[in-house]
């Protein structure tokens, strides 16, 4: 019941965030997609695997590889809904290490994304 209540009132807080930076954002362009605190669930995926592999570098059946592959010094990435988006920090430091020993496993971030040319990044913890 605890956990409801908490997830409910992150929802509450997010739509209205979500609200407010909506409003801010009315006159910009939107190439920029900045969205704040944003709950997302995410796999850890090893970014050559996924963009040689795709989808079956994903999952369970995937997994091993993945930590070999983090383990080694692999980029890492994490896989939203068909996405990649790098974890950086406020200032845009990677936040790699968070979620290094995570690889192959799905993980609830919460977050800002940020994409531009093509890049997606998710700023861990910020704008909640
Ligand atoms: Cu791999």
């Given amino acids: 019941m605890k956990k409801v ?27 920029k997609k900045s969205k704040a605190g944003k709950a997302m669930k995410c796999e850890v995926v090893d970014v050559a695997c996924y963009v040689k592999d795709g989808k079956k570098a994903t999952g369970e059946s995937h997994k091993a590889c993945a930590v070999k592959c983090i383990s080694g010094g692999g980029e890492l990435a994490l896989l ?5 988006y790098i974890p950086v920090d406020g200032m ?28 997606n990044y998710l700023q861990v913890g910020e704008g909640k």
């Fill in 80 to 84: 939203s809904k068909g996405k990649l």
């Fill in 92 to 119: 845009f430091h990677s936040a790699r290490a968070q979620f290094a020993s995570k690889a192959g496993e799905m993980v609830e971030v919460t977050g800002k994304v940020i994409s531009k040319g093509g890049v």
């Fill in 5 to 31: 209540i908490a997830l409910m009132s992150v929802l509450a807080l997010t739509l209205l965030v979500g609200r407010v930076s909506a409003d801010d954002m009315g006159g910009m362009k939107m190439e």
